[in-house]
């Protein structure tokens, strides 16, 4: 009888692995910037074409490598890095596992020119690859250190070819995992190209303030804190940024553990929790965040791609983190507690009258269940929290989410502005400049004459820099940097690049999350009674673009119970 097991040849086995470690080109970018910085390269050049699809360079003055050392380095699992089981639990470098040169070169036709920093080895060694295969080795003219060219990435497995997205976003994960580099080896110069164009610069010997102001300019280092801490021999230290420097996703949580950025969800809650005060909800800040550990104390050798950790001591590390980080924020303040006003005094009618009342509403909480009109107006009793507005009918409390319900009138008002195809815009004075990382900036410039026709008109300004000439007419108040900031945030985290037409709503929800009535605003008298007659003639305004209530009714027999007055 045939066996129906049996043993893989080795190409297959070598691509089964490499589907561990190569996911898309900006794993192998990770992979050879590791072995660049493990080698004590004082510069790493890295040179991308479409993407990545069709090549990746990288170029360092590393120690390099004798011919027999990189032929050597070509076979699963042979590594300079560690020796023995103990190694494994005291790891010092970024690479150790010994997968990521054989894993690149059997997915893509890889030429590896390599010279060691020795006095004897006066000429370099070149190796052409395809497919994992060796097709040739031989000498060559090369500087001290490395220069490896990937080109036709996944030539040999179709099937995860076509996964692959569109080469600004491809080339947006290049981006930020080379940020992600820089950052964590300020002493290191890198540099990122893009199709022939320069996309990230940073000099060799800087210090952490001066790296993030090499990448992210200085809007961003002038907004952060410096903070550092230290308990039972963990270390901390990085910069924060104050709670008015916020985003509306969390693609700005930067951590590194013992030199690696890691994504890790003990320190991702850590820094929410020291900053659950500070924040509107679904903000997120800016965290620059390097934590120091005993090699004993944190496993790195999770996951092939050694993007996650576990540590020994998670408890430990979730207190230090969110203690080290409130003391240092204790004094930035955040959403004040008030109540607003004096119900017999405060809050006349604006236009004259004594008693304050609001307009008759068309919605269902405010009316029976077929959505009439109560007869009694609502009566305005003050604000709360400087966030919610309390209003009272004869037989209940109404409390109305100001921000929430300034963002439904804000989206229906966009929305038919937009159906009607012409989204009323209003030009800006002074064009406002500003800076985005380069792989958002990538893709703010793909979407340029998109955003045109919503009312956005932005101009490029400089490698990362941007100039806003003109709004949408709706949003002439709003903090125009951040809308735009949040709006190229949202589309970074699309899987392809899309005209906006096709995410229109999720547009549109953004554009009128950023109208001028927020959480933690003081309202007029006269404003809250403008917000409401808005709201009157808003459809759907029980609930915001997003789903979340705007208005939450307490009947005053519930009051009642709560006193004891009634049973």
Same mark, same amino acid.
């Given at each position: 009888m045939t066996s129906r097991i049996h043993i893989l040849d080795d190409s297959l086995i070598s691509k089964i692995a490499a589907g561990e470690v190569i996911e898309r080109p900006s794993s192998i970018v990770k992979e050879l910037v590791e072995n660049a910085v493990d080698a004590q390269a004082t510069h790493i050049h890295v040179d991308i074409q479409q993407g990545g699809r069709r090549s990746i360079t990288l170029l360092d003055d590393?120690?390099?490598?004798?011919?027999?050392?990189?032929?050597?380095?070509?076979?699963?699992?042979?590594?300079?890095?560690?020796?023995?089981?103990e190694d494994l639990y005291n790891i010092q470098t970024l690479g150790f596992r010994g997968e990521a040169l054989p894993s690149i070169a059997s997915v893509s036709m890889m030429t590896l020119m390599t010279r060691a920093r020795e006095p004897s080895q006066v000429t370099g060694t070149r190796v052409d690859i395809e497919g994992g295969r060796v097709l040739k080795v031989g000498d060559c003219a090369s500087a001290e250190g490395t220069k490896i060219v990937v080109e036709n990435v996944f030539f040999n497995t179709p099937a995860r070819l076509k996964f692959l997205k569109s080469p600004e976003t491809e080339f947006s994960h290049i981006d930020t995992v080379v940020e992600q580099m820089a950052l964590a080896h300020p002493e290191i110069g890198f540099q990122l190209t893009h199709n022939g164009k320069k996309t990230l610069s940073c000099p060799l010997r800087q210090d952490l303030r001066q790296r993030i102001h090499s990448?992210?300019?200085?809007?961003?280092?002038?907004?952060?804190?410096? $903070?550092?801490?230290?308990?039972?021999g963990f270390k901390m230290s990085g910069l924060v940024g104050r709670p008015s420097l916020h985003h509306g996703s969390a693609r700005n949580l930067f951590f590194f553990v013992n030199g690696r950025a890691v994504k890790d969800r003990t320190l991702h809650h850590a820094v929410l929790t020291a900053y659950e005060t500070l924040l509107m909800r679904g903000r997120y800040p800016e965290v620059f965040l390097f934590l120091e550990l005993p090699t004993d104390q944190v496993d790195v050798n999770v996951h092939p791609a050694k993007l996650e950790v576990r540590f020994a001591q998670s408890t430990h590390v979730h207190r230090f983190v969110v203690e080290t980080l409130k003391r240092h924020l204790q004094n930035q303040g955040g959403i004040s507690v008030r109540m607003v006003g004096d119900p017999s005094a405060a809050w006349g009618d604006p236009r004259g009258?004594?008693?304050?009342?609001?307009?008759?509403?068309?919605?269902?909480?405010?009316?029976?269940?077929?959505?009439?009109?109560?007869?009694?107006?609502?009566?305005?009793?003050?604000?709360?929290?400087?966030?919610?507005?309390?209003?009272?009918?004869?037989?209940?409390?109404?409390? $109305?989410?100001q921000h929430a319900a300034h963002e439904r009138i804000g989206f229906e008002a966009l929305k038919r502005q937009y159906e009607a195809k012409k989204i009323l815009s209003q030009r800006l004075l002074v064009p406002e400049i500003f800076e985005l990382k380069p792989s958002l900036a990538e893709i703010l410039r793909y979407y340029l004459e998109d955003l045109r026709r919503w009312g956005l008109d932005i101009d490029s300004y400089g490698d990362h820099a941007f100039a806003i000439k003109a709004v949408p007419l709706l949003l002439e108040d709003t903090r125009h940097v951040e809308l735009v900031q949040d709006l190229v945030e949202s589309m970074a985290s699309y899987e392809l690049l899309q005209p906006l037409e096709k995410r229109w709503n999720e547009v549109l929800e953004t554009m009128a999350c950023h109208r001028q009535v927020r959480a933690g605003d003081l309202l007029s008298p006269q404003e809250i009674w403008a917000l409401l007659e808005e709201m009157k003639k808003t459809p759907r305004a029980m609930t915001c673009p997003h789903g979340r209530p705007v208005i939450v009714e307490v009947m005053f027999e519930e009051v009642e119970r709560w006193f004891k007055r009634k049973k």
């Open positions: 590393g120690f390099g490598m004798t011919q027999d050392e990189v032929l050597l380095a070509l076979k699963r699992h042979a590594t300079s890095k560690i020796s023995t089981l990448l992210y300019g200085a809007l961003i280092v002038d907004q952060c804190l410096s $903070v550092t801490g230290e308990n039972q009258g004594t008693p304050s009342v609001a307009p008759s509403f068309q919605q269902p909480l405010l009316g029976d269940e077929r959505g009439r009109t109560p007869m009694t107006p609502l009566k305005i009793v003050g604000q709360i929290h400087e966030t919610y507005l309390l209003c009272e009918l004869p037989d209940k409390l109404i409390f $109305v989410d």
